[in-house]
């Protein structure tokens, strides 16, 4: 008989949070319970799992007991608290925020490219930024082949990737404007309505933006390279669902595009749509609910020789979010022992 687990979900009332019940269920992984988990403000709220109405708890101490493990999506105020209070009870947390990212006790995890790293954990493993997961699903077969030493990277976001928040906020405001009223902005600095926005997260003090940092920082942990030059600009835009991604690389060694798409072609959670003639290429409203990261548009970047150029489309809420921290745990189902964890106290 399958083994069965006892699964916490810390933010289940989120964006993010739906999205992971969806997939848990979906995708067949042996729960035994779940316990969903989500600030007071929506305890006792009922959510639904696999057919069945759940009631979700405030977390707190105590919220943990009894659990195998537990996603957390809940934001890095909540992980920095909580993760570690989970992981001391024996809970082993794969956790959605930036807060653990790059501690060095936290494997920093995309199952198709790092799988390994996993084993290192001590209770807390990090699922990576959406924006870098999609960018590294789709790098990983060409850095293997022939090496990269440089990504630029322009990113094309949709609200989602903000929450909830971000959801209601267009959806406000490009009513508004559709009825010639005023559309005030809350969530983000400017109007996002018919408009793009470079600035996602905080400014840095050397003027890039904090979510333009996490795209470098941990494209560094995860592909264990100090070596690689990436520069990114990260830019929010008024789509719903899924970012999209042009990516420029300089290669170690040569690569001709076509040994680029044919690789691509080969490699686990990439769909390559390449047929610009066709209009076929990657789009966010095609993306949007898949699980695949989408590669298109692969040319020669006429700029380096050994430069390559494309197009990376996938589902922020999916693949950059929910899909990726049920693939770590089904990694950590598959060898009961890295369910244990130490960490100090
Ligand atoms: N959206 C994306 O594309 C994306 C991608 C990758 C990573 N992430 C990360 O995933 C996390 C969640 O994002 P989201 O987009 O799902 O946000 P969201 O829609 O705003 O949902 C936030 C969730 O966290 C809960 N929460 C907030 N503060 C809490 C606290 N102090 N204690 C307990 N629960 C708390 C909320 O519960 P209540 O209902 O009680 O408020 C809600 O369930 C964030 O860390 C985000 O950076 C998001």
Not at 183 to 212: G, Q, S, W
């Amino acid at each position: 008989m399958t083994k069965e687990y006892n699964v916490g979900l810390l933010g289940a009332t989120g964006a993010v949070g739906q999205e992971m019940l969806k997939n848990l269920a979906e995708r067949g992984f042996p729960v035994k319970s779940l316990r969903p988990l989500a600030s007071a403000r929506s305890a006792g709220q009922k959510i639904e799992f696999d057919g069945a109405e759940v009631k979700v708890e405030a977390v707190g101490p105590g919220a943990f007991d009894g659990l195998d493990l537990c996603l957390f999506s809940a934001g890095a105020t909540a992980s920095q608290e909580f993760a570690p209070m989970a992981a001391r009870a024996g809970v082993t947390v794969v956790d959605n925020s930036s807060c653990w990212r790059q501690d060095p006790r936290v494997p920093l995890v995309i199952p198709e490219v790092n799988p390994g790293a996993v084993k290192k954990h001590r209770g807390i493993i990090a699922n990576p930024n959406c924006s870098t997961i999609q960018m590294l699903v789709a790098l990983k077969p060409i850095y293997d082949a022939v090496g990269i030493r440089r990504i630029v990277v322009a990113t094309y976001q949709s609200v989602s990737g903000t929450g909830q928040k971000g959801i209601e906020e267009l959806s406000t405001q490009t009513r508004q404007l559709l009825s010639l009223q005023e559309a005030a902005p809350k969530v983000y600095p400017h109007r996002i309505a018919f408009n793009c926005l470079p600035h996602i997260d905080v400014f840095m003090d050397n003027d890039y933006t904090k979510e333009e940092m996490k795209m470098v920082n941990e494209t560094l942990k995860i592909f264990d390279d100090q070596n690689i030059k990436v520069s990114a600009t990260c830019v929010r835009i008024p789509v719903f669902y899924c970012h999209s991604e042009a990516i420029w690389i300089e290669t170690g060694r040569p690569i001709s595009p076509e040994a680029a798409r044919e690789l691509l072609a080969r490699a686990p959670g990439i769909l390559v749509v390449d047929k610009p003639k066709e209009n076929q290429y990657p789009l966010a409203s095609v993306a949007s609910g898949r699980d695949e990261v989408f590669v298109g548009r692969i040319r020669a970047d006429l700029s380096h020789e050994n430069g390559l150029t494309m197009w990376v489309v996938a589902d922020n809420l999916r693949k950059g979010a929910a899909t990726n921290a049920v693939e770590i745990a089904e990694l950590l189902i598959r060898d009961p022992t890295l369910l244990k964890t130490d960490w100090p106290a």
